[in-house]
């Protein structure tokens, strides 16, 4: 069946540092991918998405790129803020139909000033 | 728009008795799924709603049941409650049942405690 497998946490950054947070997946076809963000104490919020091969989603500085040979959608974002504290979870809907999205375990970034 | 909203926000029940959640989807969506996400973990697809009847199911046993109203609200039941079953409860709505660029919302969720 359809998996995420993202990098485990937490992960501690200065403020303005690089991240990336690794993901792969396992699907048949060419599945949708998401990034989704948890703020403490809230639910899940979609951070951006990428519906196909080569496909970049984008929102709020972070990025991940679609890439099929490696099944991989790794999030970056190249300058971090303190308000970035959060637990980011990689997902994807499989090509089954019925929208069922299958998340990751999730990876909890935290931001020191 | 509301968003998708659950009821109720915190629940504690005691252990074997049964529980119903709530969930209303955004305004315009007629699809409802429902997540278990524990603590720690990452959310775990219960079942999905769509024109009233179940159109998927996770690995979930059959204490977990669940029911979607005419107007497209649903709710999750879950009989016989273990210590197992504490965790945070995510309703989803999204609209239709196609692969279209359509986004699945999530409600806030309802934080279950069986003691």
């Known amino acids: 069946g359809d998996s995420v497998t993202q990098m485990e946490g937490p992960v501690t950054l200065s403020e303005e540092a690089f991240l990336t947070i690794n993901c792969t997946y396992t699907?048949?076809?060419?599945?949708?991918l998401f990034w989704y963000v948890q703020y403490p104490g809230e639910g899940l919020q979609l951070l951006l998405k990428?519906?196909?091969?080569?496909d970049k989603g984008s929102n709020k500085g972070f990025e991940a790129t679609y890439r099929k040979e490696t099944t991989s959608f790794h999030l970056e974002k190249g300058s971090v803020q303190v308000s970035d504290s959060a637990v980011y979870f990689c997902?994807?809907?499989?090509?089954?139909?019925?929208?069922?999205?299958?998340f990751g375990t999730g990876t909890k970034l935290q931001v020191i000033p | 728009d509301a968003g998708v909203t659950q009821s109720p926000t915190h629940l504690i029940k005691t252990r074997g008795q049964q529980v119903t959640l709530r969930c209303s989807p955004k305004?315009?969506?007629?699809?409802v799924s429902w997540y278990q996400q524990a603590l720690g973990q990452g959310p775990q697809f219960i079942f999905q709603?769509?024109?009233?009847?179940?159109?998927q199911r996770g690995n979930f046993p059959d204490r977990f049941s669940g029911h979607q109203f005419p107007n497209y609200s649903s709710e999750l039941n879950v009989n016989a409650l273990l210590l197992g079953d504490s965790a945070l409860y995510l309703c989803?709505?999204?609209?239709?049942?196609?692969?279209?660029?359509?986004?699945?919302?999530f409600g806030q969720g309802t934080r279950l405690t069986v003691v």
């Open positions: 989803a709505s999204s609209s239709g049942i196609s692969r279209s660029n359509t986004e699945a919302f």
């Open positions: 699907a048949t076809g060419y599945p949708s």
């Open positions: 990428a519906t196909k091969a080569d």
């Open positions: 997902a994807l809907e499989g090509t089954g139909g019925y929208q069922k999205v299958t």
């Open positions: 305004s315009g969506h007629d699809t």
């Open positions: 709603y769509y024109e009233e009847e179940e159109r």
